[in-house]
């Protein structure tokens, strides 16, 4: 029997109608009641400053974005791909999060990386940036199945909802594959 785990999600677009915000939706939608989801918002972070590390208390922020990675389980990134990587507003939490040195609330903790673009290579770039970045932090991250969403205007309607039935199962078979991941890692 498989363990609750709770998930951090981190959508990498600000966007009120992020298809990446979407593909997050169904991917939670698809989950395993067993996996319960909290989405990390980083729209309102301060741009990282090394002057806050010796702040104390920090900004509220910063303070909050640190304590939901903290009391997560596993992380989920969902990017979009601007100019070839990741968006800067996602980089940003993620180096809030990683610091000061030795400090990192990343470290050890099971992730996915999941890109969604308009474009016919669904943020290959950011994807790869971003599993590069995670694996620095010392995140064993699901190498397999990779989720590229490509042409992902056509995949979602406007209510959010996955319009291809062939969408929804590769979505189900990633986020059974990411449970599996997150409890052969929690042992």
């Not at 190498?143 to 979505?171: H, I, M």
């Amino acid at each position: 029997m498989s363990k609750p785990a709770k998930i951090a999600v981190i959508v990498g677009s600000l966007r009120k109608d992020s298809f990446n915000r979407m593909a997050a939706k169904a991917i939670v939608a698809q989950a395993p009641a067993h996996l319960s989801f909290e989405f990390v918002e980083i729209g309102d972070l301060p741009l990282y400053n090394q002057d806050f590390d010796a702040l104390d208390p920090q900004p509220a922020p910063q303070l909050a974005l640190r304590e939901k990675i903290k009391g997560a389980d596993a992380v989920l990134f969902v990017t979009p791909e601007y100019n070839r990587s990741m968006p800067g507003v996602l980089k940003n939490a993620i180096d809030v999060a990683s610091r000061p040195w030795g400090k990192n609330v990343f470290a050890g903790k099971p992730a996915a990386v999941v890109s969604a673009s308009i474009s016919a290579l669904g943020g290959f770039g950011a994807h790869h940036d971003l599993k590069r970045v995670a694996g620095y932090l010392n995140m064993p991250l699901l190498n397999q199945p990779e989720v590229y969403l490509s042409s992902a205007g056509d995949l979602f309607a406007q209510d959010g909802s996955v319009k291809k039935e062939d969408t929804r199962k590769f979505l189900k078979s990633f986020v059974d594959a990411f449970d599996g991941w997150i409890q052969k890692m929690r042992g």
